[in-house]
C-alpha cells in the first residue's frame, strides 16, 4: 500500500479524515490498526524511537512474539528448492555485528525478490513478528516473511544545504523514524503518509499564546511536526519533543484550571468554626497532642469550610500520619454550624472501622438522645449496602431528619434516596477506589449549592500524580507522624532460608504469650470465582502455582503452625454482620490471630497488633505492602512486618521486596510503586481518558514541565478565564474534552 494523495496537492487540515488525505483503503488500516482517523492523529502518531542511519539494531534485545522493526545487515543468503512442499525457501541471516536473526521466505521460484534486493552487505529495515525457535546450538530467533525496505548508507555524511534534492536529503539525515506500526502499514509506510501529509498541511495559527512561545523559548508546532517526523539531527528532534511535551502538560492543566476555577467559583455554605462547640469539646479531650501538621492543615481546612465556595481539597500522608483525625475535626466544624458531614469509605470493613472508630473517639459527643450523651451531642450513623433493613431504615431516617451530624457509609451513601438534611462536607476517604463521578453524586446530594469536599490519599502519591490526577483539587500534606510512634522492622522472608519461616511462626506465638496480636494476609480466599483480585501479578515470570489462599492456609495455621492460638478469618466473601463481629473481636484482643484478604487493607486500626504477615508477598503492589504495612506499630508497640515469598534470589520481585524492607517512607516507596506500573494507569483508574493525550509526557521524569505548566495555565485562567483571546487553545481544549468524554462513555 502507498500514499498517494488521491486528491493530488490539495491542502490538507488537521480536522481533515485521513481517507480524503491518503485514500480509503491506508486509511482503513490507519483506523483498525492504530485508531487515527484524522490528519491531526496522524501528526500526533510519533516515533517510538529513531534508528541511526549505519546504526544496527541490538538483536539481544528482541522478545518472542513482538512485532518489530530492525535495522540489520545481511550476512548470508541461502536458497534451496524444497521437495516436500514443491516451492523454494530462502533463508537471509541478517545481523548487527554481534547476534544474528534469521529471516525465511517461501516462494514458488528459485531467486525470486528478496534475493535479488538482499544481496549480503546491504543494510535494510526488517519487520515482522519475532518468533524463537530451539536447535542443539541454543535459541534462534526468525522473522517469517518480514517486510522490508533497503536503506543507503552515507558515505558522506553532514552535507547539507539549500537546494538538495529530495533523494539527497533523505541520504543525508541521519535519523529514520521508528513507528508503532501494525499489520499492513509497516513503520516506512506510515513515514512515507507522514511525510506526504507534513508536505500538504496547513495547521493554521499556532494556538499556543506568542507570550508562553517566548518566555520558554518553543519552536512553532509547525516546525515540531517537522522536528518529530523528520528530525535531521537530535538537536531538531530534542526541540521538538519539548515543544510538543510541553502542550501535553499545558492542555492538561489548563483544563484543569478552568476546572478548579469553575468548581471554586459556584456557591456553598459557609460553616465557620464556632466559638464553643463540639468541635472545642473534643480537641479539650483529646488524649494526645495533635501533631504540627495536622495543626496547620487544620486552619487550612477551618478557613476554607468558612468560605462561600466550596472548598476542593486533597488531604495526602503517609499511613498512620493522622488523616482521618484531621476530616474528623473537620467534620466537627460542620456540625457545630448546624450542618452534617459524610464519610465515604471505599470498602464495607472500613466503613465499619470508621464509625467504631469515630464513636469511640467522640465517646459521649457522639451519642445525642442516648443516656450519658454530652449537652450538645450529635448522632453518629452507618449506611452500607447490605445492612438489615431495620438498621438501615432508622439510619436513613437519622440522615434525613438530620438528626445524625456524621453519617458514615460505603458506595450506599450515594444512592438516589439517601437525603440529608443539610450536607455541609463530604469526606472522601481512601480516594483511589472513587471516580470523579462518585464525587459528584454526593456533590449532588445538596440543594441550592455544593458541599465542601475533602479528599483522603491511602498511601501518599508523587506531587506529579496528584498535579495530574487530582489537579482539580488544592493539595495539603502531612508529612510527620504523630510523636512516640513506635518502629516497624521489616524482613524479607526468603525460600533460600527456611529457618526465617519457622523463626516467624515463633515470633508470633511469643507475641500472642504477650497479649499481642498478628495479622496474617494473603492474596486469595480459596473459593473459585469472584475472588478479591486486588492483586498484581504482574511481572510474572513463567509459571507460577496459584497464590495462597486464606482458605487454604488456614488448617495448617490451626492445626500446625499456630496451634493453640485463637484464629480469626476475615474475607470480602463474609456477611457484613460476621466482618463486623470478627472485627470487633480482634478489636477487643478475643482473637491473636487475624487471617484476611487485602480488606484489612486499608484504615483498619488495632493498636494492639504488632506483627503483619504477608503471605506471597511478591502478589502485591508496593503501595499495597506499604499500606498492609501501615496496620502494625500504631500503638507505641514496636511493629513486624514480614513479607513471605519464594520468588528467588536477584529478581526484580525480590529487589522490589526488598526496597520495601528498606524503607517506611511512603513518599518514596510511592515513586517507586509509580516506576513500576504504566503510566497509563496510574492515569487511567482515576480519571477516564486522562491517559489517551499524554504520549512524550511522563509524570516521573517531567516534573518539571509539568510544574511550569500548571503555573502558565493558572496565569492564562485568571486573566483570561474564558479563553476569548486564545481561541487556538479554546478549540485544543474543547476537542481534549470531547475525546475525554467520548472514552469515558465508552468505558461506562
Ligand atoms: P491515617 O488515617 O492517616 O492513616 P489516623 O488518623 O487513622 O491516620 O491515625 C492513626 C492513629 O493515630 C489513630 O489511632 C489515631 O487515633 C492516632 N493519632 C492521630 N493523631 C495523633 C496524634 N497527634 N498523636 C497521637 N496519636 C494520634
Ligand atoms: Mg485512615
Known amino acids: 500500500m502507498v500514499c498517494n494523495s488521491p486528491v493530488g496537492s490539495t491542502v490538507a487540515k488537521l480536522d481533515e479524515p485521513l481517507r480524503k488525505a491518503l485514500g480509503d483503503r491506508t486509511a482503513k488500516v490507519m483506523a483498525e490498526g492504530l485508531d487515527l482517523h484524522t490528519v491531526g492523529d496522524l501528526l500526533c502518531h510519533y516515533p517510538r524511537r529513531y534508528a541511526e542511519r549505519g546504526e544496527l539494531t541490538d538483536l539481544s534485545g528482541l522478545v518472542e512474539g513482538e512485532h518489530v522493526t530492525v535495522m540489520a545487515e545481511v550476512l548470508k543468503v541461502q536458497g534451496r528448492t524444497i521437495t516436500k512442499r514443491p516451492g523454494y525457501l530462502l533463508e537471509v541471516t541478517v545481523t548487527d555485528g554481534r ?35 530451539r536447535t542443539r546450538q541454543g535459541v534462534k530467533k526468525q522473522l517469517t516473511h518480514p517486510d522490508y525496505r533497503p536503506v543507503a548508507v552515507s558515505a558522506v555524511s553532514g552535507a547539507s544545504g539549500s537546494g538538495m534534492s529530495e533523494a539527497a536529503r533523505e541520504f543525508v539525515e541521519e535519523l529514520i523514524p ?25 495547521i493554521g495559527t499556532d494556538p499556543m499564546p506568542e507570550p508562553i512561545l517566548r518566555d520558554h523559548g518553543f519552536i512553532r508546532l509547525r516546525e515540531a511536526y517537522d522536528g518529530i517526523h523528520r528530525p535531521k539531527d537530535f538537536a531538531e528532534l530534542s526541540r521538538a519533543r519539548k515543544r510538543l511535551k510541553w502542550d501535553e502538560a499545558f492542555l492538561l492543566q489548563l483544563a484543569l484550571a478552568r476546572r478548579r476555577r469553575a468548581a471554586g467559583a459556584l456557591p456553598a455554605k459557609a460553616r465557620p468554626r464556632a466559638e464553643d462547640g463540639l468541635l472545642r469539646e473534643f480537641d479539650r479531650r483529646l488524649p494526645f497532642t495533635l501533631t504540627e501538621g495536622q495543626l496547620s492543615v487544620g486552619e487550612e481546612i477551618a478557613a476554607e469550610l468558612a468560605r462561600e465556595h466550596p472548598m476542593h481539597r486533597l488531604l495526602q500522608g503517609d499511613v498512620g500520619s493522622g488523616k482521618t483525625m484531621c476530616a474528623l475535626r473537620a467534620m466537627l466544624q460542620v456540625v457545630d454550624s448546624g450542618g452534617q458531614a459524610a464519610l465515604l469509605a471505599p470498602t464495607e470493613v472500613l466503613a465499619q472501622q470508621h464509625y467504631r472508630s469515630i464513636t469511640g473517639m467522640l465517646g459521649p459527643l457522639g451519642q445525642a438522645g442516648q443516656l450519658g ?16 433493613a431495620k438498621a438501615r431504615r432508622a439510619a436513613l431516617l437519622d440522615a434525613a431528619s438530620g438528626a445524625a451530624g456524621i453519617v458514615v457509609g460505603t458506595h450506599a451513601l450515594l444512592q438516589e434516596h439517601v437525603q440529608f438534611a443539610d450536607l455541609g462536607l463530604v469526606v472522601v476517604d481512601e480516594q483511589h477506589r472513587f471516580g470523579v463521578e462518585q464525587r459528584d453524586a454526593l456533590r449532588e446530594k445538596v440543594a441550592g449549592g455544593r458541599p465542601h469536599v475533602l479528599v483522603m490519599t491511602a498511601t501518599p502519591i508523587p506531587r506529579t500524580v496528584a498535579m495530574t490526577v487530582f489537579g482539580d483539587l ?34 508470633i506465638r511469643e507475641e500472642a504469650a504477650q497479649g499481642r496480636q498478628t495479622y496474617i494476609v494473603c492474596p486469595r480466599i480459596g473459593e473459585q470465582e469472584g475472588d478479591e483480585g486486588d492483586v498484581e501479578p504482574k511481572d510474572d515470570e513463567g509459571e507460577r502455582r496459584p497464590p495462597l489462599a486464606v482458605l487454604d492456609l488456614l488448617p495448617s495455621l490451626a492445626e500446625e503452625h499456630l496451634s493453640g492460638l485463637r484464629i480469626g478469618v476475615l474475607h470480602g466473601k463474609l456477611h457484613p454482620d460476621e466482618k463486623d463481629a470478627v472485627m470487633r473481636r480482634f478489636a477487643a484482643g478475643e482473637l491473636d490471630v487475624l487471617l484476611a484478604t487485602t480488606v484489612i487493607e486499608v484504615g483498619v486500626d488495632v493498636p494492639n497488633a504488632t506483627v503483619m504477615m504477608i503471605m506471597d508477598a511478591d502478589r502485591f503492589g508496593v503501595s499495597q505492602l506499604h499500606q498492609l504495612r501501615g496496620r502494625v506499630g500504631r500503638g507505641n508497640l514496636p ?69 511550569r505548566a500548571r503555573q502558565a ?23 481534549l474534552l470531547d475525546d475525554e468524554r467520548a472514552e469515558y462513555l465508552e468505558k461506562a
Not at 521508528?178 to 499492513?184: F, H, I, L, R, S
Not at 513503520?187 to 507522514?194: A, E, H, M, P, R
Not at 529487589?655 to 492515569?683: C, I, P, Y
Not at 493558572?714 to 476537542?735: C, I, K, Q, R, Y
Request: hydrophobic share 40%.
Open 373 to 388: 450523651g454530652a449537652d450538645r451531642a450529635t448522632r453518629v450513623a452507618l449506611l452500607t449496602g447490605s445492612q438489615g
Open 178 to 202: 521508528v513507528y508503532p506500526a501494525t499489520k499492513g502499514l509497516e513503520s516506512w509506510k506510515i513515514t512515507d503518509c507522514v511525510k506526504m501529509i507534513l508536505d500538504t498541511v496547513d
Open 99 to 133: 547476534g544474528e536473526l534469521m529471516l525465511t521466505f517461501f516462494g514458488k521460484k528459485a531467486s525470486y525478490k528478496p534475493e535479488k534486493e538482499l544481496p549480503p552487505g546491504t543494510r535494510a529495515l526488517f519487520a515482522g513478528k519475532v518468533t524463537f525457535f
Open 713 to 735: 495555565a493558572a496565569a492564562v485562567v485568571a486573566a483570561d478565564p474564558d479563553l476569548t483571546h486564545s481561541p487556538g487553545l479554546a478549540a485544543e481544549l474543547a476537542a
Open 474 to 507: 488544592d493539595t495539603s500534606v502531612l508529612n510527620q507522624l504523630p510523636a512516640g510512634r513506635a518502629e516497624i522492622k521489616t524482613h524479607v522472608v526468603p525460600p533460600e532460608k527456611p529457618g526465617f519461616l519457622h523463626r516467624a511462626w515463633e515470633r
Open 639 to 707: 511493629g513486624l512486618c514480614l513479607l513471605v515469598t519464594e520468588a528467588p534470589e536477584g529478581t526484580k520481585i525480590r529487589e522490589r521486596l526488598a526496597a520495601v524492607a528498606s524503607t517506611t517512607d511512603g513518599f518514596e516507596l510511592s515513586r517507586l510503586d509509580l516506576e513500576q506500573r504504566r503510566e497509563g494507569d496510574v492515569l487511567g483508574v482515576a480519571q477516564a481518558g486522562r491517559a489517551s493525550s499524554l504520549k512524550l509526557l511522563t509524570l516521573l521524569r517531567d516534573e518539571d514541565v509539568i510544574l
